[in-house]
């Protein structure tokens, strides 16, 4: 099997209906990793200190027969076509290890989507 991982930067009040609509597409997990970003308009000030909306990093392994239906999900979940509320990318994974107990899941999600 081969696997991507799916890289979600969201602001952290969508994160988990992303992650629940995720999972319900085929992903067997997800790691959240607290951030802060910028994007192409400046951060609002109040008395010259910057507030900037917490953001989350979430992370999906998944194989590669299910990215196009994860990420069409998330892209969904997270109303990206709205401005400001996230961006989702795809890169590729060389070589995986300690998945073994997610395999079955995502033989059965291939075997479901392909066959």
Same mark, same amino acid.
């Given at each position: 099997?081969?696997? &991507?991982?799916?890289?979600?930067? %969201?602001k952290a009040d969508? /994160?988990?209906?992303? =992650?629940? @609509?995720?999972?319900?597409?085929?992903? /067997?997990?997800?790691?959240?990793? !607290? @951030?802060?970003?910028?994007?192409?308009? +400046?951060?609002k000030t109040f008395?010259?200190?910057?507030? +900037? @909306?917490?953001?989350?990093? *979430?992370?999906?392994? =998944?194989?590669?027969?299910? *990215?196009? &239906?994860?990420?069409?999900?998330?892209?969904?979940?997270?109303?990206?076509?709205? !401005?400001?509320?996230?961006?989702?990318?795809?890169? !590729?994974?060389?070589? %995986?290890v300690g998945l073994?107990?997610?395999?079955?899941?995502?033989?059965? +999600? =291939?075997?479901?989507?392909?066959?």
């Amino acid at each position: 099997m081969r696997f &991507k991982l799916i890289l979600a930067s %969201v602001k952290a009040d969508i /994160t988990d209906g992303i =992650v629940d @609509a995720a999972k319900e597409a085929g992903a /067997t997990g997800a790691t959240i990793i !607290p @951030a802060r970003g910028t994007g192409i308009k +400046e951060a609002k000030t109040f008395f010259g200190l910057s507030l +900037e @909306a917490q953001t989350d990093i *979430i992370l999906f392994l =998944v194989e590669e027969h299910l *990215i196009t &239906k994860i990420l069409d999900t998330i892209k969904k979940a997270g109303k990206f076509h709205k !401005p400001g509320t996230g961006i989702a990318f795809v890169i !590729p994974v060389d070589h %995986v290890v300690g998945l073994e107990s997610q395999m079955e899941k995502f033989k059965e +999600e =291939v075997r479901k989507g392909y066959f």
